[in-house]
């Protein structure tokens, strides 16, 4: 894709993003092909890149995307670097690339403010990265159609094997063996889902 090209799409998907700012908020929410239904802050991700850019996202093939389906998860995009995302540094987020931490995330509409659907009360909003979600690491992922970028999973503080195993319980609830299988636990006596 030509940088013109990129460009233009990147607008796109950043202008429809702000013009859906008021837009509702439900958790799980499948947006539908006109995004007359409700989102939640992934599957507001997925239509804005998948739907409205046309592109690949986790799980789909470019153009495939069509917003009937609520799409990846959060754990989702970040299992899937490496493929059709890549992380890279967060001071060099530009538009275009989305914001991820393991509860939430957003479209980044500039180096330092996104647009994601919140929560019921406030639904789409635009709001600042830095900050949004204290206490879990932040991951700037990037198309790889956009640009290069590399594989870098958020780190996890596990103590010992009652919060490792606990931990595994949680991923393996939301389908998301794909970590594991990159992240490579291993530690004695503890296993994860397979």
């Not at 995330?105 to 635009?126: E, H, K, V, Y």
């Amino acid at each position: 894709m030509t940088s013109a090209a990129t460009d233009k799409l990147i607008r796109q998907v950043c202008d429809r993003a702000i013009s859906d700012i008021g837009h509702c908020y439900l958790y799980g929410g499948t947006p539908g092909i006109a995004a007359q239904a409700c989102w939640d802050c992934s599957s507001a991700c997925n239509y804005w890149w998948g739907y409205i850019g046309g592109q690949a996202i986790p799980g789909y093939a470019r153009g495939t995307y069509r917003g009937e389906q609520h799409g990846p998860s959060t754990l989702g995009w970040l299992g899937a670097q490496g493929t059709v995302v890549g992380s890279i540094p967060r001071d060099h987020a530009s538009a275009g690339d989305l914001a991820v931490w393991t509860t939430h995330m957003g479209l980044c509409i500039s180096n330092t403010d996104m647009i994601s659907a919140q929560t019921p009360s406030s639904g789409t909003q635009r709001g600042v990265i830095d900050g949004f979600i204290p206490g879990e690491p932040l991951t700037i992922l990037r198309l790889s159609v956009i640009g290069p970028g590399g594989i870098t999973l958020p780190p996890i503080n596990i103590q010992g094997g009652a919060e490792l195993a606990a931990y595994t319980r949680k991923m393996a609830h939301i389908e998301q063996r794909l970590i594991w299988r990159r992240m490579q636990v291993r530690r004695t006596g503890v296993r994860p889902f397979r």
